[in-house]
């Protein structure tokens, strides 16, 4: 198996001498940040959280993308949280991308580290502490978690990208693939969190349109993403932000493989709000 790599920020600032243009897009449909805007001057923080900052990448916009919020977290060493989550009704996955945590919930301590996963779904009392002696960088991606009378909440989920094996897509002769941390036939379950790996030459070879809303953060590799009628040239470190039913597909071109964090909600009805037919 090829050992993994995953992008973290680093933060600091380009120098004064570095030109403007960059491929940071934001339209109707879609956006897109690259990891060079990742720096100190948009960093921000949260209650209760010790040493430690975020970069807000994805947040719900009525108009938009309204279903989740997506953070890039750093914890310095000696840093976390004893509350971490303020919102009784949110769920939340983590996947740390570079250094080591513990997390802890329902009297167990978890030691986590790059590549580990947990989902942590709504009203769990769970905390959070870096012991070592450099910073935990990882995603935090939170939706509220919407409650479907006679199903049961989820459970808590810990695991990591090395112990789940990816799912090749079907016709693909392994080029295309999908590392799935929950049973897609789970419906407790109203959101996943993904990891979609493609193989240089790899493709999604039609525009998906669908009503999932997606983050994509860009874990590993480069490739050329079509975005509505706009094609996109990402590489590790990036993010795109995709509302319902914006156009998307791919090209991994290489020379090494393309994998990123995917988020898209799932498994419940659309919400009718108060539409009035003539």
């Not at 789940?164 to 295309?176: K, L, Q, S, Y």
Request: net charge negative.
């Amino acid at each position: 198996m090829t050992r993994a790599s995953y992008y973290a920020p680093k933060g600091g600032l380009p120098p004064q001498t570095q030109l403007l243009t960059d491929r940071a897009h934001f339209t109707p449909w879609y956006g897109v940040i690259p990891r060079g805007t990742f720096s100190d001057i948009v960093t921000s923080y949260l209650p209760f959280w010790d040493n430690t900052r975020l970069w807000v990448i994805a947040r719900p916009m009525s108009g938009f993308a309204e279903t989740f919020s997506h953070y890039i977290m750093e914890v310095a060493p000696g840093g976390g949280s004893e509350k971490p989550e303020a919102d009784a009704d949110a769920q939340g996955v983590l996947f740390i991308v570079e250094g080591a945590l513990e997390l802890s919930f329902a009297g167990k301590t978890h030691a986590m580290t790059s590549g580990g996963y947990a989902y942590l779904p709504p009203g769990m009392a769970w905390t959070l502490k870096n012991r070592s002696d450099a910073p935990v960088r990882f995603h935090w991606i939170r939706k509220r978690y919407q409650v479907v009378p006679g199903l049961a909440l989820p459970d808590p989920i810990i695991t990591s990208d090395q112990a789940v094996a990816p799912n090749a897509m079907p016709d693909t002769n392994g080029t295309w693939a999908t590392t799935r941390f929950v049973d897609p036939a789970d419906l407790r379950h109203d959101m996943h969190v993904t990891i979609v790996t493609f193989e240089p030459g790899g493709v999604i070879p039609f525009d998906e349109t669908h009503v999932m809303e997606h983050g994509l953060y860009v874990l590993e590799g480069k490739a050329v993403y079509h975005l509505n009628q706009d094609w996109v040239e990402v590489q590790a470190g990036d993010y795109m932000w995709l509302r319902a039913f914006c156009p998307q597909s791919c090209y991994a071109g290489g020379p090494g493989r393309f994998r990123y964090l995917l988020y898209k909600d799932v498994n419940r009805h659309m919400p009718l709000g108060a539409f009035q037919g003539a």
